[in-house]
């Protein structure tokens, strides 16, 4: 993974959260390469929904509440395919840069396997489609898990997983090739209690739609390279040391800044700062590629600002999100 980033022409200060706390903005470019990009000489894509519809049973879930106690969610929902398919080919037109004629159409004997050869080759000649890009599976399922923090807020993580298998048969060719495809899309929310923390959540069906249909863009990813724009913040502060972190950072200097703030974190007697030392190596870490050691760093901010859940309610709220995206990216290079 290759990652294109400017410090010095693109940080700016913000008032981070709340007025007296000052951070710095720190925008990263990831440029992510595609795992087998579509040929040029592919001028009309055919996109084929080759799968069944799945029902909320198929597509059951969990809900884990306060006391580790596991139930089933099925949530009802409307068919997430033509959501899935439309974003889906919508990435494919944008992403090739050039003009890319896609077609969507249902086979009309759904099997959820290879296409035969006499489908296939009905299906080119007579929409004169270079390739054919069959859709041969599509689950969207939701967990909850609820959990409370220092006796104070219930904490809710709604994560809903995307499985997509597809097949590629690329001009006249016989195999096809296979792509499987799993996405996360997460939300969080806090509540005095577990129905506050519930109700906290956009509607689930709404989650669900938009879960399918930033998987579809997903599977974009595989065939073009891309760019994914992430928001990170650090902490300064008008500590010494903090300071000269800041110095070093903004020169480009990020090891020297990262010796400081990993001192600060160690030594530190304010346990505000302390939390902000840590969060701010979680930073240093993601740009070296060691997202469990940022995760790590991310936890150990998190257990200090969470004492304090009322004073440092938009803090936790961050970097919960934070953590969330650590947690999916570790998920996905495993």
Not at 224 to 233: A, E, G, H, P, Q
Not at 274 to 281: D, E, P, Y
Request: aromatic letters at 12%; hydrophobic letters at 40%; glycine letters at 2%.
């Amino acid at each position: 993974m290759h990652r294109c980033f400017n410090i010095i022409s693109a940080f700016f200060l913000v008032a981070l959260f709340s007025a007296c706390a000052t951070a710095v903005y720190v925008p990263l470019e990831i440029l992510r390469p595609a795992e087998a990009a579509l040929s040029d000489s592919i001028h009309k894509l055919a996109i084929v929904i080759n799968a069944p519809e799945r029902t909320p049973k198929e597509d059951e879930g969990e809900i884990v509440d306060i006391h580790n106690v596991h139930q089933r969610l099925q949530i009802e929902r409307e068919n997430l395919i033509p959501h899935f398919t439309k974003s889906l080919s919508r990435s494919l037109r944008n992403a090739s840069g050039r003009m890319l004629s896609i077609i969507r159409m249902k086979n009309d004997s759904v099997t959820g396997d290879i296409l035969p050869s006499h489908k296939i080759g009905a299906i080119r000649d007579s929409l004169k489609a270079d390739a054919i890009l069959s859709l041969d599976e599509l689950s969207v399922i939701p967990s909850i898990k609820l959990k409370r923090i220092n006796d104070v807020f219930v904490f809710g993580d709604l994560n809903v997983i995307v499985r997509a298998n597809l097949k590629l048969y690329n001009g006249y060719e016989v195999f096809p090739h296979i792509y499987s495809c799993i996405d996360t899309v997460s939300w969080q929310s806090y509540g005095e209690t577990e129905d506050l923390a519930l109700k906290q959540f956009p509607s689930f069906q709404d989650c669900l739609i938009e879960a399918a249909s930033y998987s579809g863009q997903q599977v974009c990813k595989k065939f073009y390279s891309y760019i994914d724009n992430v928001d990170r913040y650090y902490f300064v502060t008008l500590h010494p040391l903090m300071k000269e972190a800041n110095l070093y950072w903004t020169k480009g200097s990020y090891e020297e800044a990262s010796f400081l703030w990993e001192y600060i974190y160690d030594n530190a007697g304010k346990m505000e700062r302390k939390a902000k030392a840590a969060a701010n190596m979680a930073l240093y870490e993601e740009l070296n590629d060691r997202y469990e050691s940022a995760l790590n760093w991310i936890k150990k901010s998190l257990d200090i600002f969470t004492e304090s859940p009322d004073r440092y309610s938009d803090y936790i709220e961050y970097l919960l999100d934070y953590q969330q995206q650590l947690k999916v990216r570790i998920r996905e290079n495993r």
